[in-house]
């Protein structure tokens, strides 16, 4: 019994994060429009075979397709992160990376030292997000007054 009890925290510990991981596939698949996902697919073309893509209609079938092959898992989530770098989707890029500080608990500065993840590069996506300060603003000069 004892042996059970101590089991208990992590297995509650298991499946809360595979329910924060469900919410965040969830959450990625509203956010993933039809268009959105030709473009998901046309960027990991070379992991998925032609056929097998045009099978693939919605986001979920997507995220199981990449589980089912071994490129995604509540603790590796590397490939979506690049997935969504490279096709220019910051809006999901962030909220991978939300998911992988607060629930994995694998902060930018920690990841360099893992192999759950890669480097993201989503602070630069934050410096875009934000409206420049008068300061940071490049004035042209007008241009020359013709003779």
Known sequence: MLQCASRSPDTWKQNKTMAEYSSLLSDLSENITNEDLEQLKSACKEDIPEDQSNNIT??????????????????????IEHIF???????????????????????????????????????????????????EIIKLAPPPKKA
Do not use: G
């Open 85 to 135: 770098e490279i096709s220019r989707r910051p809006d999901l890029l962030t909220r991978v990376i939300e998911y992988r500080t607060k629930v994995l608990k694998i902060s930018e500065d920690d990841e360099i030292d893992t192999k759950l993840t890669r480097i993201p590069s989503a602070k630069k996506y934050k410096d875009i997000i934000r409206q420049p300060s008068e300061d």
């Open 58 to 79: 919605s986001s979920k079938e997507w995220f199981s397709y990449l589980e089912k092959n071994d490129k995604l898992a509540q603790d590796n989530l590397s490939y």
